[in-house]
């Protein structure tokens, strides 16, 4: 890159790789000097480091504005997808209909020792929806449960994953998976709460315990969908043992006077 040298006598700019020996202008000789660079020089590493630093800084501003610009959107969809979870656990079927509406319309948000519980009615029928959370093979994975009135009886469930495999553990979400858990029994004859085992074709569970079939080749996952439900019933076993004799109906009504 050529260079810009100045002489010191009569201000002749010379431009070329090095000072000429003598002024063609005035005729001195030893006379020049390179001319200094105005600014901050580009080429240094101290420009890359400020430039370096000014951008991240304008992209960290820019970053946390789209997240607070878009943060009331990003919790509305989360709800949404929760509310439509949660109707799918009430096997009802929103595709042709406002799911936030229809939410609105079956189901009463509540909570119990600090812990969520839904009660729904449908069709003259009540149901109480609880929250399922565990781990699969490559990730987390969730769910809801819908018990009848007896708060034993399973009307629906709902399932979840965050990574599981196509065609093996992604399988959970599946018609085919979740209907083998409707009718099925989470308490035993006396009233204990079990939770209903998932086990392989030819395994059998605990007497007095319920169970549906693992998807075969996820048998990682499928103890996941076990134990996620035995661990989040059981976290709820003080409520599910505490309803009234009328059912889930009275504890309604007993919200309803609170209010």
């Known amino acids: 890159m050529a260079k810009k040298y100045i002489c010191k006598v009569c201000g002749y700019v010379h431009t070329g790789d090095k000072a000429p020996a003598v002024c063609p202008q005035c005729q001195q000789t030893n006379c020049f000097e390179e001319e200094k660079k105005k600014g901050l020089d580009t080429n240094s590493n101290v420009y890359t480091i400020i430039y370096a630093t000014v951008v991240v800084v ?9 997240s ?12 949404l997808d929760v509310q439509k979870q949660i109707l799918t656990a009430l096997n ?24 969520p519980v839904y009660y729904a009615a449908i069709d003259s029928a009540n149901y109480t929806v609880l929250p399922l959370k565990g781990q699969g093979l490559w990730g987390g994975i969730w769910g809801y ?18 990574s599981e495999t196509p065609g093996l553990g992604g399988e959970i979400v599946t018609e085919k998976f979740r209907s083998q858990f409707f009718g099925k029994h989470i308490k035993d004859a006396e009233g204990n709460l079990r939770s209903i085992a998932v086990l392989k074709e030819g395994k059998h569970a605990e007497e007095g315990q319920e169970q549906v079939d693992a998807w075969a080749g996820a048998t990682i996952t499928s103890t996941g969908v076990n134990d996620m439900l035995a661990n989040s019933l059981n976290a709820y076993a003080d409520f599910l043992e505490q309803v009234p004799a009328a059912g889930i109906e009275e504890l309604l009504n007993d919200d309803e006077q609170e209010e």
Do not use: C, M
Request: charge should be negative; glycine fraction near 4%; hydrophobic fraction near 40%.
């Open 58 to 66: 304008i992209v960290a501003v820019l970053l946390a504005v789209i």
């Open 145 to 162: 449960i819908a018990l009848e009135d007896d708060l034993n009886t399973v009307y629906g469930i709902n399932f979840g994953h965050e």
């Open 68 to 79: 607070q610009v878009l943060s009331p959107r990003q919790q509305a969809n989360k709800r």
């Open 92 to 115: 009802v079927d929103y595709s042709q209909a406002d799911p936030a509406a229809l939410y609105d319309q079956y189901v009463t948000e509540d909570e119990w020792d600090g812990k």
